[in-house]
């Protein structure tokens, strides 16, 4: 039996939200990724995902990881 730990909620729900947005190409994804998460999230779930992210992202969708880049970059 593997004992994984489960992912944070800000990750799992990130996750779904680049599932959501699997239909674009993985540019825009990332884009409407942050996107929404710039709009709907609490600046304190950004962090965490942010957090999560810069210390290995493991379980994370690579258009949830670009996402994350986007929002830390100077722009976000």
Do not use: K, Y
Not at 28 to 41: K, P
């Amino acid at each position: 039996m593997s004992t994984t730990t489960p992912l944070p909620p800000e990750c799992r729900l990130a996750n779904d939200i680049a599932r959501a947005f699997r239909h674009l190409p993985d540019d825009q994804a990332a884009e409407a990724v942050a996107s929404h998460i710039r709009r709907f999230w609490d600046p304190r779930m950004r962090t965490r995902l942010s957090r999560f992210a810069a210390e290995g992202a493991a379980g994370l969708h690579p258009d949830v990881i670009a996402a994350v880049g986007l929002l830390t970059g100077p722009e976000g």
